[in-house]
């Protein structure tokens, strides 16, 4: 038995729904979808950029969409109107719909997207705004710190 009941924390907190709703999720039985398959790198200190291979699939056939904390990828083949149906002997490119989602950390934006080759590619940045970033306060001797409240005032 791997399942752990999280009800009595959503009753005695307030504000942690998101974290909860990631622990259910990781600790769930579900198996993880594995298709389309997907690279996850780092290419600067805050930059990202997500790679799915997304094979048969054109750029109308392919939507992206950035909500809140979470990015969602969904690919549907569009059927072709007056297009000549084909007798396919051997299926191995994959072309079924999918809906893949990644949970995004706070202050990480989409950038851009971009189709190559058969894989999409999606940048992402982290940009802490300046008001959350660490900043270093001085520390000074009494009469120095009186001298910064007179200034302050």
Avoid: C, W
Wanted: charge should be negative.
């Amino acid at each position: 038995m791997r399942h752990f009941d999280l009800s009595p924390l959503y009753r005695s907190t307030v504000g942690f729904d998101r974290l909860f709703n990631l622990l259910d999720q990781a600790t769930s039985n579900d198996a993880a979808p594995s298709y389309p398959p997907y690279n996850i790198e780092r290419t600067a200190e805050n930059a990202y950029r997500i790679t799915i291979a997304v094979a048969g699939f054109g750029e109308g056939d392919l939507s992206i969409e950035s909500k809140e904390n979470a990015l969602t990828v969904k690919g549907e083949k569009q059927s072709a109107e007056g297009a000549e149906k084909r007798e396919v002997l051997h299926q191995g490119i994959a072309a079924r719909a999918f809906e893949r989602r990644f949970q995004l950390a706070d202050y990480v934006q989409v950038t851009g997207a971009s189709l190559e080759n058969g894989l999409l590619h999606i940048d992402l940045v982290r940009e802490i705004p300046e008001a959350k970033k660490p900043r270093q306060i001085p520390i000074g001797a009494g009469s120095a710190a009186k001298i910064l409240e007179a200034k302050a005032a």
